[in-house]
T-cell receptor, first 108, second 113 residues
């Protein structure tokens, strides 16, 4: 399973876009890229996933580099409710391995 | 719609006591099931996963075990708890076909005293 690396923490001002980076330089051709977020004392929540093409949903956008060695989760307008730990995972098969994620602070 | 139930929400157990945490999924069949543990301030550690009844894959050797007696039931057990077993235990499910994402329960906070 490919290892992912993310910054430990990031800050954003409320109502501004947030770009959360993830490196997965050893990703294989069949590994999907998933993003989850976790609020304190709650289970992680699915955000988005993709393979090669950029993906959009109601929560966020996922931009995947052409070589697939990195990706960026984009929150278009950060709100205070977006403050959480964001995990990037590369997945193939049945195993999902989480790293330590990026703790996002949203400043009012 | 699919739902996942996990209980209890909190648990305080003495060292050496047994443990049983239960997780059930509704609204789907033949899900992949997972147990994760999260120590305070840390990431999630995959403990066990199951792709079918009676099929358990263990990721980390320890004094915990898992069982899947029914298609949508996943149980985490221990015969004798250690202090190091304290943590936030999360059950999750994913669909059995394709790149299905994980869906987590609300977790059980276990404190071993």
């Amino acid at each position: 399973d490919a290892k992912t690396t993310q910054p430990n923490s990031m800050e954003s001002n409320e109502e501004e876009p947030v770009h959360l980076p993830c490196n997965h330089s050893t990703i294989s051709g069949t590994d999907y890229i998933h993003w989850y977020r976790q609020l304190p004392s709650q289970g992680p929540e699915y955000v988005i996933h993709g393979l090669t093409s950029n993906v959009n949903n109601r929560m966020a956008s996922l931009a995947i580099a052409e070589d697939r060695k990195s990706s960026t989760l984009i929150l278009h307008r950060a709100t205070l409710r977006d403050a959480a730990v964001y995990y990037c995972i590369s997945n193939t098969g049945n195993q999902f391995y989480f790293g330590t994620g990026t703790s996002l602070t949203v400043i009012p | 719609s699919q739902t996942i139930h996990q209980w209890p929400a909190t648990l305080v157990q003495p060292v050496g006591s047994p443990l049983s945490l239960e997780c059930t999924v509704e609204g789907t069949s033949n899900p992949n099931l997972y147990w994760y543990r999260q120590a305070a301030g840390r990431g999630l550690q995959l403990l066990f996963y199951s792709v079918g009844i009676g099929q358990i894959s263990s990721e980390v050797p320890q004094n915990l075990s898992a069982s899947r007696p029914q298609d949508r039931q996943f149980i985490l057990s221990s015969k004798k708890l250690l202090l190091s077993d304290s943590g936030f235990y999360l059950c999750a499910w994913s669909g059995s076909g394709g790149p299905s994402p994980l869906h987590f329960g609300n977790g059980t906070r276990l404190t071993v005293t």
